[in-house]
């Protein structure tokens, strides 16, 4: 496609489940990211690939969150136990490159999850 | 701490009028800044990009301004449309990579 996809675009789970999110950057992009944006709030990074490694995990707010990337394409974003503080729209976005200083992050629409 | 702050949190304003929206930010080392639109419910949207060295940077009715000295940014929005209704977010880029440090944005509303 012609640009990030992610899916599902809405998820609804139940207090400690685990749930997968999928990111599919535009084809090429070697860097990918992700966000999450709580109601209201601006956005709060994650993690961010370059290729498959990940050299910048800080964002990532607890061990129950874990990201993986394979084949230098689509990454995962996993929560573990989730809890309703995870709520928030988890977004995606991808770049030609990292470290490039004006190079361009193309988002994802989203995916919009909801811990009852 | 790196902090990226907007004002004014929202705004609104009528049809063809003009405004202008802030950003200051505390990211060191800086490397980038770049403000982004964002429609309820998408993901956002680049609209500018300017490094240190740029001191005005225009996209249609939508010019940005940096000041590196007093780190400060401007985005001004001339002849607001309708379709100009939406959060607008100050994100700046720290240290060598694209880690990015995003303000909480400014949500504009155009009304007829």
């Known amino acids: 496609g012609a640009g990030v996809s992610q899916s599902p675009s809405n998820k609804v789970t139940e207090k400690g489940k685990d749930v997968e999110l999928r990111c599919d950057p535009i084809s090429g992009h070697t860097a990918l990211y992700w966000y999450r944006q709580r109601l209201g709030q601006g956005l709060e990074f994650l993690i961010y690939f370059q290729g498959n490694s990940a050299p910048d995990k800080s964002g990532l707010p607890s061990d129950r969150f874990s990201a993986e990337r394979t084949g230098e394409s689509v990454s995962t974003l996993t929560i573990q136990r989730t809890q309703q503080e995870d709520s928030a729209v988890y977004l995606c976005?991808?770049?030609?490159?990292?470290?490039?200083?004006?190079?361009?992050?193309?988002f994802g629409p989203g995916t919009r999850l909801t811990v009852l | 701490k790196n902090q990226v702050e907007q004002s004014p949190q929202s705004l609104i304003i009528l049809e063809g009028k003009n405004c202008t929206l802030q950003c200051n930010y505390t990211v060191s080392p800086f490397s980038n800044l770049r403000w982004y639109k964002q429609d309820t419910g998408r993901g956002p949207v680049s609209l500018t990009i300017m490094t240190f060295s740029e001191n005005t940077k225009s996209n249609g009715r939508y010019t940005a301004t940096l000041d590196a000295d007093t780190k400060q940014s401007s985005l001004h929005i001339t002849a607001s449309q309708l379709s100009d209704s939406a959060s607008y977010i100050c994100v700046v880029s720290e240290g060598g990579y694209n880690k990015l440090i995003f303000g909480a944005g400014t949500r504009l509303a155009v009304h007829p």
């Open positions: 976005a991808s770049s030609s490159q990292a470290g490039g200083r004006t190079d361009t992050q193309y």
